[in-house]
């Protein structure tokens, strides 16, 4: 047949070609993204794009073959070469072999979700991160297998700690308004039931807001303050809080409790009436106040 062809339908066979460009473009935007870092022992080393995502080493630019040779011939310990995954977390980082992950997961053998960490790996043609079923909105990299966590990340420099103690990252905190107060105090910090530390400012995430109704009443009856209302969460990096969402939760605001006028924590943003509070995705503690984007 030839385009001469009086049954040759040009305009259906344009159709049928610019269809298959498009689904060839799709797949395109769909397929994940090659490349790799490289772990020299004490740093981590990433590609740069406009050098062909080639790596600088030793003041000269070389791919990613070359550390996989050395790992061959030379020293199998010297690097590490670690591929993207083609994720990435709830903050927008790109998850990589070897990242540890915080995330929740559905237990099939107990048949309700559960938070938990554990290491990316690279086994037998894909990324494993021993358990199929995890919620993708949760996951968030919180260290690596390579370097040690970073106990004071998203604590303002002056963080106190109280005899010593830590911070494991990978659970969950609590903190509240410290009743004792003093300088560098406005807030504890308390894991495992024991207070780890104070500080004045501090970022969390996935957040939940907790009134003990027997405390509160044991205020309202002795006129004696009491730690029964706290919000329990992950530290997170430090960040900006604002948003450009339409939707008005999602701007930052002001949450305050008062057991003598409120059940819960309420939010008492200017613009909005103010609604009880039982999280939000994002909760900053401040000299100021405390304030929330996403509250729910």
Same mark, same amino acid.
């Given at each position: 047949?030839?385009?001469?062809?009086?049954?040759?339908?040009?305009?259906?066979?344009?159709?049928? #070609?610019?269809?298959?460009?498009? !689904?060839?473009?799709?797949? /395109?935007?769909?397929?994940?993204?090659?490349?790799?870092?490289?772990?020299?022992?004490?740093?981590?080393?990433?590609?740069?794009?406009?050098?062909? /995502?080639?790596?600088?080493?030793?003041? $000269?630019?070389?791919?990613?073959?070359?550390?996989?040779? *050395?790992?061959?011939? /030379?020293?199998?310990?010297?690097?590490?070469?670690?591929?993207?995954?083609?994720?990435?977390?709830? &903050?927008?980082?790109?998850?990589?072999?070897?990242?540890?992950?915080?995330?929740?997961?559905?237990?099939?053998?107990?048949? %309700?979700? !559960?938070?938990?960490? *554990?290491?990316?790996?690279?086994? /037998?043609?894909?990324?494993?991160?021993?358990?199929?079923?995890?919620?993708?909105? @949760?996951?968030?990299?919180?260290? +690596?297998?390579? !370097?040690?966590?970073?106990? +004071?990340?998203?604590?303002? &420099?002056?963080? #106190?700690?109280?005899?010593?103690?830590?911070?494991?990252?990978? $659970?969950?905190?609590?903190?509240?308004?410290?009743?004792?107060?003093?300088?560098?105090?406005?807030?504890?910090?308390?894991? +495992?039931?024991?207070?780890?530390?104070?500080?004045?400012?501090?970022?969390?995430?996935?957040?939940?807001?907790?009134?003990?109704? @027997?405390?509160?009443?044991?205020?309202?009856? &002795?006129?004696?303050?009491?730690? %029964?209302?706290?919000?329990?969460?992950?530290?997170?990096?430090?960040?900006?809080?604002?948003?450009?969402?339409?939707?008005?939760?999602?701007?930052?605001? !002001?949450?305050?409790?008062?057991?003598?006028?409120?059940?819960?924590?309420?939010?008492?943003?200017?613009? #909005?009436?103010?609604?009880?509070?039982?999280?939000?995705?994002?909760?900053?503690? @401040?000299?100021?106040?405390?304030?929330?984007?996403?509250? %729910?």
């Amino acid at each position: 047949m030839s385009v001469h062809d009086e049954t040759f339908d040009y305009d259906k066979a344009v159709k049928i #070609i610019r269809e298959k460009n498009e !689904k060839i473009k799709l797949f /395109e935007r769909k397929m994940r993204k090659i490349k790799f870092r490289i772990w020299d022992g004490q740093e981590f080393l990433y590609s740069y794009a406009e050098k062909g /995502e080639a790596f600088k080493y030793d003041g $000269k630019y070389v791919g990613v073959d070359w550390f996989i040779q *050395c790992q061959r011939l /030379e020293n199998p310990t010297r690097f590490w070469v670690q591929q993207f995954t083609g994720l990435l977390d709830k &903050n927008s980082q790109e998850i990589y072999e070897g990242d540890i992950i915080l995330g929740e997961f559905y237990d099939t053998e107990y048949h %309700h979700s !559960k938070t938990t960490k *554990c290491p990316v790996v690279f086994n /037998e043609g894909s990324f494993n991160i021993s358990s199929s079923n995890w919620y993708k909105p @949760s996951l968030r990299i919180v260290g +690596n297998i390579n !370097k040690p966590i970073n106990m +004071n990340v998203g604590l303002d &420099n002056n963080f #106190i700690p109280r005899l010593n103690r830590t911070i494991q990252l990978d $659970k969950p905190v609590k903190v509240y308004r410290n009743l004792r107060g003093g300088k560098d105090k406005k807030y504890s910090i308390n894991q +495992n039931g024991l207070v780890v530390g104070y500080t004045n400012q501090l970022m969390m995430g996935d957040c939940k807001c907790v009134v003990r109704d @027997s405390g509160r009443k044991k205020v309202l009856k &002795n006129k004696r303050k009491n730690v %029964h209302a706290y919000i329990i969460g992950f530290i997170c990096p430090r960040g900006n809080m604002g948003t450009t969402a339409a939707d008005k939760r999602g701007l930052p605001a !002001k949450i305050t409790y008062n057991p003598y006028k409120d059940k819960k924590f309420m939010c008492k943003n200017l613009t #909005i009436t103010p609604y009880e509070v039982n999280g939000a995705m994002a909760i900053m503690f @401040s000299e100021q106040g405390v304030s929330g984007a996403y509250t %729910h």
